[in-house]
């Protein structure tokens, strides 16, 4: 009975948008991180030397990757994300 509560709870949680921040900042090396939205939909603005010499869908591979998990299990929804190399951001 437990288990099921704990499974019911977890399916209704909403994802926060500072957890999708803190998280992909944990994986990758950011130098600039946004992210705004609620409710499943969210945009996410990301600065970092990883995109170096990867083209727009190896970016979005890459955070998609790391979130996966999350829209899975439908706690993402809908993602905007906009991705730069540090040169690319400051242009």
């Known amino acids: 009975m437990l288990s099921y ?10 994802i926060k948008s500072e957890f999708i ?5 944990s994986c990758i090396n950011c130098l600039y991180i946004n992210v ?7 945009k996410l ?10 083209n727009y869908v190896e970016r979005h591979k890459i955070i998609y990757s790391l979130l996966n998990e999350y829209i899975i299990e439908n ?12 040169e690319e951001f400051k242009n």
């Not at 509560?5 to 909403?14: A, D, E, R, T, Y």
Request: charged share 20%.
């Open 5 to 14: 509560l704990i499974l019911f709870i977890k399916k209704i949680m909403h």
């Open 21 to 25: 921040k803190n998280h992909i900042s």
């Open 36 to 42: 705004q939205g609620k409710n499943k939909h969210f």
């Open 45 to 54: 603005t990301i600065v970092s030397p990883i995109f170096l010499n990867k």
């Open 75 to 86: 706690k993402i929804h809908a993602l905007s994300i906009k991705t730069f190399t540090p």
